[in-house]
């Protein structure tokens, strides 16, 4: 199909043409740009189309100028680009904006790509681990009373547990769970089981969370195409289509939050699902952002999955499983497969494999009678509960 641009017309079906990941977990000989590259080209590769259709770039958290830098490094010249950042829901909130873009007629294939070598540049020590995003702007009236990054989540997960018994074997349960699923993904850094014991006995980062209730620090990339209707039939792969984003900011400061138990998603999701026109209960599987453990949890109350309170009752007795009642991160995860940062992209791959049917034996989903999934939710979140993105995907 010619590259051509194409005349605009009201609401075009947009689809994900092509996923991929980069090399991930320890990846010491490269750099993000590399990884970048790695995973675009692949992606590229899983849809069967040639780079001269890409005329969308979206790229965040690498370079001067992103994504001007990376694009030039990729050898695209877009004229459409994104460069929303908004910590590990830039992603869904991205595939938003392109999916509105192509939609439109303002764009016709835009490539989203991430990449970081956060686990590498620790090791050889060309960065350290930072506490806080920083302390200025509204934010320095909460820095110096110690309120870290991960402290902010601690805070909300303890303000669940004092609202509604939220107990720390439930939230232990969410990191079993995702290590059972990452053991059937081959690219996944962490696969040996662990239970819930082990998670309430390793040591503290910040209370309620010991090591096993963080995501893991990695290294990796990944991609995702997304295209106009157009271009589906030249695709080497069924579409999976976009029915619906949505997505919302609340706080950045936690004096701000109205309440510490109800996340961002229950806006973002809610726009989503209506945009879609499906019901949470007619999702098939979800990936959720869960760079904790509380963070899979209160998402699910949030979208709808289950009551306000009730996520602790629901993520146990191994409903996330890849076979239990209500798949969730079927790769593993931020707790288990791979979290190199801003982890949303990984999310929307993860949802298109297994929408497509290829996560593999072990890890694919099956409805009954061994059909494929038709309907997933990858749902993203920011900062500290400060934003989040959701999009419903479809093979239908």
């Known amino acids: ?13 947009v689809a994900v043409a092509g996923v991929a990941l980069s090399d991930c977990g320890k990846v010491d000989d490269a750099t993000p740009y590399a990884l970048h590259a790695q995973a675009a080209r692949r992606a590229l590769a899983d849809s069967g189309l040639g780079r001269e259709v890409i005329d969308g770039f979206g790229s965040a958290g690498l370079g001067t100028l992103a994504p001007v830098e990376v694009a030039e490094y990729l050898g695209l010249k877009p004229s459409w680009v994104d460069s929303t950042s908004v910590g590990g ?4 909130v991205m595939a938003a904006h392109a999916a509105d873009a192509i939609a439109a007629g303002h764009a016709n294939a835009v490539l989203l790509v991430y990449g970081s070598t956060a686990r590498a540049d620790i090791k050889a020590r060309r960065r350290t681990s930072n506490l806080s995003f920083g302390a200025r702007g509204p934010l320095q009236f909460e820095a110096p009373y110690g309120h870290s990054l991960i402290a902010k989540y601690a805070m909300a997960a303890r303000r669940h547990m004092h609202e509604y ?21 081959p690219d996944a850094l962490y696969r040996d089981p662990i239970t819930v014991d082990e998670v309430l006995g390793g040591p503290m980062i910040a209370d309620p969370f010991t ?21 589906v ?66 998402t699910l109350e949030d979208l709808g999955f289950c009551a306000k309170g009730e996520g602790g009752a629901f993520v146990e007795k191994g409903r996330l499983l890849r076979d239990g009642d209500f798949p969730v ?68």
């Not at 590259?3 to 609401?11: G, K, L, Y």
């Open 233 to 298: 039939t030249d695709c080497a792969k069924a579409p999976v289509w976009v029915l619906g984003a949505g997505e919302h900011v609340s706080h950045t400061t936690m004096s701000e939050w109205d309440d510490f138990t109800v996340s961002p998603a229950a806006v973002s999701g809610r726009l989503a699902f209506e945009r879609a026109g499906v019901r949470p209960a007619e999702i098939d599987l979800a990936e959720i952002y869960d760079a904790f453990t509380y963070m899979t949890l209160v």
């Open 89 to 92: 829901s830039t992603w869904e």
């Open 165 to 185: 018994g939220t107990t720390l074997e439930q939230l232990a349960s969410v990191a079993v769970q995702a290590r059972a699923n990452a053991a059937h993904n």
């Open 329 to 396: 991160n079927t790769d593993g995860g931020g707790l288990s497969a791979c979290h190199p940062g801003m982890r949303g992209l990984f999310l929307l791959v993860e949802a298109v494999r297994q929408l497509r049917g290829e996560a593999g034996e072990g890890r694919q989903v099956h409805k009954a009678g061994g059909r494929l999934p038709e309907l997933a939710v990858a749902s993203g979140t920011g900062g500290w509960f400060c934003s989040s993105g959701t999009v419903v995907l479809g093979r239908g």
């Open 1 to 13: 199909m010619s590259s051509s641009v194409i005349s605009a017309r009201p609401r075009r079906r």
């Open 211 to 231: 090591k096993l209730h963080c995501c893991i620090r990695s290294d990796g990339g990944c991609a995702v195409l997304l295209v106009a209707e157009e271009y």
